[in-house]
């Protein structure tokens, strides 16, 4: 018994939505847009400027200066409770900013303001009751400020240099002074966004929210760098194209969306794991610090890469009197291919036997009565028979 097999033709594959942006078949107006995000990014900026000026920023004990106690514990749920318990009971002024952390399972630490002698025994006391060890097991330290107003130097410090290097390398790589400038507007949206969070939330700054503050700023331009890649390749011959340069730069972040998109996603998801143990697990340390700077600048850099960067970069370079003059170009061959499309005739088709081609005015279709001709309606040869052929 045979089998007969009948070969199905095989079905077109749908492009995916990746393919399809980046070949132009669908994508979004992000350049045209721009007031828009614009605006966006102006209320964004007026609540983080607002947080700090309101709320200020709430310093750790590294800046601030303070004292700092470690005691030997065996760490359980209620230890942070508990000795937080104790020290608060000793009704000491002005001590709001009292912190109470765990290291490991085998260690407790306490930080407060600044404390005076008689001050500092009566804490150490308190911490070794609920541990259950003696007075002088409980090592103490006094953090001055000025340790943290070094730091702040140094960070602010590394933070213009390391602006002014970006800038220099960018306009060398793209041989494109505007686009530095665009990077580094970005860039200076992320960090203000990122303080601004921190002062609204009230997270302590510490050491650890500088490293993930300043970890923030690679993240941004890379992903400014990309996007501006793409751009440079779409607008090499700018001049030559029936583009402008501002419908090339939207063309670029489209092709490059979904590829920031999973950077930004498969970055994000482990740096939340970090933030979501350090705030609810662990509930204070420098984990928590560290993820929620990284969290929050990481989202606000893969924004402003594509909607203050590209939108900024085009605007800027549009009002170059070389774009000026190509969208003149652009704007005259417009003119000049809808003139030509307007004086094209119009062909019209009658179908044969059509009843309505009765009421068609034969003058629209361009043709003229035979009785109209000069020489008259051309007469036909008459035909002879075969036998006078043969003759």
Do not use: C
């Not at 402008?244 to 920031?260: C, D, E, G, P």
């Amino acid at each position: 018994m045979s089998e007969q097999v009948t070969q199905q033709p095989a079905q077109t594959k749908k492009a995916s939505i990746a393919h399809r942006l980046y070949t132009g078949q669908i994508s979004y107006d992000f350049v045209g847009n721009r007031k828009r995000w614009y605006i966006v990014s102006a209320v964004l900026l007026l609540i983080s400027v607002l947080a700090v000026g309101i709320r200020g920023m709430n310093w750790g004990i590294e800046f601030r200066g303070g004292a700092d106690f470690a005691a030997p514990i065996t760490v359980t749920e209620s230890t942070v409770d508990d000795v937080r318990t104790a020290v608060e009971r000793l009704n000491l002024p002005q001590n709001d900013d009292l912190s109470v952390t765990t290291v490991g399972d085998n260690s407790v630490r306490v930080q407060t303001r600044p404390l005076e002698e008689a001050e500092i025994t009566q804490v150490k006391a308190a911490i070794a009751g609920v541990a259950g060890i003696e007075v002088d097991s409980v090592a103490y330290s006094l953090i001055g400020a000025s340790w943290g107003q070094q730091i702040t130097t140094q960070a602010a410090i590394a933070l213009v240099v390391f602006l002014g290097l970006v800038m220099l390398l960018i306009w060398g790589y793209f041989r494109e002074f505007k686009m530095s400038v665009s990077a580094i507007l970005a860039l200076l949206h992320d960090l203000v966004v990122t303080v601004g969070v921190y002062a609204l939330i009230g997270f302590s700054v510490t050491p650890a929210t500088m490293i993930g503050v300043l970890t923030i700023l690679g993240y941004s331009l890379y992903d400014t760098v990309v996007v501006f890649d793409k751009i440079r390749e779409n607008t090499r011959d700018i001049t030559s194209s029936r583009h402008t340069y501002s419908f090339q730069a939207n063309a670029a972040v489209n092709q490059v969306l979904v590829r920031s998109l999973n950077t930004t996603i498969i970055g994000v998801l482990p740096v939340g794991a970090l933030l979501f143990t350090g705030w609810f697990v662990l509930g204070t340390g420098p984990l928590k610090d560290l993820g929620l700077a990284l969290f929050v600048g990481m989202i606000a850099g893969a924004y402003s890469s594509i909607f203050i960067a590209t939108p900024l970069l085009a605007q800027m370079r549009e009002a170059d009197p070389d774009m000026v003059e190509h969208r003149e170009r652009l704007s005259r061959r417009a003119a000049r291919a809808t003139e030509k499309s307007a004086r094209k005739p119009k062909a019209v088709t009658v179908a044969v036997g059509d009843t309505a081609a009765a009421n068609v005015d034969p003058a629209t279709l361009g043709l003229v009565a035979a009785k109209d001709l000069d020489s008259g309606p051309r007469r036909q040869p008459s035909r002879q028979s075969r036998s006078r052929r043969k003759k």
